[in-house]
């Protein structure tokens, strides 16, 4: 994969520390705690998970104006985490990371899938931008990123989960296929589609 096309996404935040990975996986022992209803163990893999939980949700749903249900999702992701967590099978195809990233891509993608809000101008114009790139100003930066924000929120939610799933978090094909139920083909394309959207939006925007 050619992962050198998008990395102008980086400014979307709003932790410019996290990684485009998602995290290692947790000890099997602490899982297994958490499984039986260890509360410190679960506490622990909240706590491991929850900054990429809460980047994910941020960059899918404040695109579409939605950015006042990210605290309320990432709440509910842990609550069905919590739920669901003893029939998880460690030793299944997923990893614990992926599992709860399927969770938390599902119901923001039902949320998506709402009628749709009119997105806030004012409250994406005020979003925090941090850019890798070495832009001339500030001024430049922002509007580079508010430029990213607008292309993101044009995308159908299943191209933007594909495109956020792929390139800011690093999963693999087969990974995000699991978690968006599709086929490898149907993916690949869907990808490639969001990803001419954004080049055509930034080639926009640089005139």
């Known amino acids: 994969m050619q992962r050198a096309e998008m990395p102008i996404l980086a400014v979307l935040g709003p932790q410019t520390s996290l990684p485009r990975s998602t995290p290692s996986e947790l000890a099997p022992a602490l899982v297994e705690r958490a499984r039986r209803g260890d509360a410190d163990a679960m506490r622990a893999l909240v706590l491991h998970h929850q900054k990429p939980v809460h980047a994910l949700l941020y960059r899918l749903l404040v695109p579409s104006g939605r950015g006042a249900l990210v605290e309320d999702c990432t709440q509910e992701t842990f609550l069905r985490v919590y739920r669901a967590l003893p029939d998880f099978q460690p030793q299944g195809a997923a990893k614990l990371s992926t599992w709860i990233l399927t969770i938390a891509t599902r119901l923001a ?3 998506l899938r709402r009628p749709s809000l ?20 500030l001024v430049e930066r922002r509007a580079l990123g508010q430029a990213i924000r607008d ?24 990974e995000i ?4 139920d599709l086929e490898l083909g149907t993916l690949k ?3 490639a589609r969001a ?13």
């Open 109 to 111: 993608l039902n949320e």
């Open 118 to 137: 009119v997105v806030a101008v004012d409250e994406l114009a005020a979003l925090p931008v941090s850019s890798p790139l070495h832009a001339d100003s």
């Open 151 to 174: 292309a993101l929120g044009q995308l159908p939610p299943d191209q933007r989960a594909v495109l956020v799933l792929r390139e800011l978090h690093g999963l693999e094909y087969a």
């Open 177 to 180: 296929a699991g978690i968006l």
């Open 189 to 191: 394309s869907r990808l």
């Open 195 to 207: 990803r001419a959207a954004m080049r055509t939006a930034l080639e926009h925007h640089h005139g």
